[in-house]
């Protein structure tokens, strides 16, 4: 366990507290010493406005981002799970766009939603309502929408090859059993599919969230933060903060609340799962 351990503490806890030590600075670019301020990087984050925005757009996108994704997966993997012709084939597509670098899947997605030629323009024509004259790119609220389908395509085969997985463990005696009794496709799903399936879900989900939560590339590359902010997440304005504006402390400061954030997020999981448990081990 040595190089691992060390790995870890060397890439991941040593950068850690570098930052939480940074936040609490007033480092500057080019500066040869900094300053201890406190927690004044901190009481600036819930007086700027761009925080607030960057934090609410955040969480819209992480939640789409789950919601969607874990439900598509799920969704895919009841499809590709019966026996059908082709079934080992069309299980080898469905993984393809997990498996696509995040920039090439960038560059096809920015084609798609071209403004001038994009595919995604025929949207327009069935649905006139819809005006996103400006591109989906540079339309807001129709970036954020965008960048959510770009993650949701890129992520959703991950969710369903896991969740495949968990479903070749439900016994297909619990099913016949549930057939007898008169039970349809739909009851059958609800009384016996989804309680196997539910610690998987909530796993899937807390992983989706910490993955939509620092997600980057796809975001930075797409949009870039735009239009106007409107897809500026925390990670998008600490990249901001740090390397166009310079202020490597207030962006430690924007990172750390990340931290926090995730943490806490992770510790509400804990304490359903442990609900759960409890719910399944009385029943």
């Not at 009841?78 to 299980?91: D, E, H, K």
């Not at 991950?158 to 099913?175: C, E, G, K, P, T």
């Not at 969230?209 to 930075?220: D, E, H, M």
């Not at 207030?250 to 510790?267: H, K, P, S």
């Amino acid at each position: 366990m040595a190089p691992i351990v060390l790995y870890e503490i060397v890439f991941v806890l040593v950068p850690i507290m570098s930052g939480v030590r940074m936040s609490f600075t007033n480092t500057k670019l080019g500066a040869t010493t900094s300053e201890y301020v406190g927690t004044k990087n901190f009481e600036r984050l819930y007086s700027d406005p761009h925080f607030v925005q960057s934090m609410i757009s955040t969480f819209v996108y992480a939640l789409s981002v789950v919601v969607l994704a874990v439900g598509v997966g799920l969704v895919a993997a009841l499809l590709v799970n019966g026996p059908f012709r082709g079934r080992s084939a069309v299980r080898g597509v469905l993984t393809a766009p997990w498996a696509f670098p995040e920039i090439a899947t960038v560059l096809i997605f920015i084609w798609i939603f071209n403004p001038t030629f994009g595919v995604i323009n025929y949207l327009e024509r069935l649905f006139p309502a819809l005006d996103v004259s400006g591109g989906w790119l540079n339309s807001s609220p129709f970036a954020m929408v965008a960048v959510v389908l770009i993650s949701v395509w890129k992520n959703f085969p991950f969710y369903s090859i896991v969740l495949l997985a968990a479903l070749q463990s439900v016994s297909n005696d619990l099913h016949e059993a549930a057939r007898m009794d008169g039970a349809h496709s739909l009851q059958r799903f609800r009384h016996v599919t989804l309680p196997a399936l539910a610690p998987t879900l909530l796993l899937l989900s807390l992983l989706a969230f910490v993955f939509s939560f620092k997600q980057f590339t796809l975001i930075w590359l797409t949009t870039g933060g735009g239009p106007a902010r409107a897809t500026e997440t925390l990670v998008i304005a600490t990249y901001t903060n740090a390397f166009k504006y310079f202020d490597y402390s207030y962006a430690a400061a924007i990172g750390v609340t990340c931290l926090l954030l995730t943490i806490l997020v992770t510790a509400l999981w804990l304490i359903v799962q442990r609900k759960v448990e409890r719910m399944e081990g009385e029943s």
